[in-house]
């Protein structure tokens, strides 16, 4: 198991930024996919960006393309996100998630099987 810990979320206006953070521990994070989710109120929880090991491959929701970016530093154990450009649908609560097996890469939500508590991302109009 690997233990994820989010932080970096907070109160913007629209058009502003924030940088999530994603510290894990536990298992060897330098082996696994990551992905970032939000969830907001009274819908299902989405994928937002997912990574592979290495960091080349890459993945965004097309509501996000372009404004977030995700990256990973194996050396210390944390994946990013950063997202510019927020909008107020961006709202929701975002959490980081490993994947369950190192054997490939996945978007798929049931493929994630270790989660943060999750970030409040608060975009004002």
């Known amino acids: 198991q690997v233990q994820l810990v989010e932080s970096g979320g907070g109160l913007v206006q629209t058009g502003g930024s924030l940088r999530l953070s994603c510290a894990a521990s536990g298992r060897t994070f330098g082996s696994y996919a990551m992905g970032w989710f939000r969830q907001a109120p009274g819908k299902e929880r989405e994928l937002v960006a997912a990574?592979?090991?290495?960091?080349?491959?890459?993945n965004y929701a097309d509501s996000v393309k372009g404004r977030f970016t995700i990256s990973r530093d194996n050396a210390k154990n944390t994946v990013y996100l950063q997202m510019n450009s927020l909008k107020y649908e961006d709202t929701a609560v975002y959490y980081c998630?490993?994947?369950?097996?190192?054997?490939?890469?996945?978007?798929?939500?049931?493929?994630?099987?270790?989660w943060g508590q999750g970030t409040q991302v608060t975009v004002s109009s």
């Open positions: 998630a490993a994947a369950k097996s190192s054997s490939y890469y996945t978007t798929d939500i049931a493929d994630f099987g270790s």
């Open positions: 990574i592979n090991w290495s960091g080349v491959r890459r």
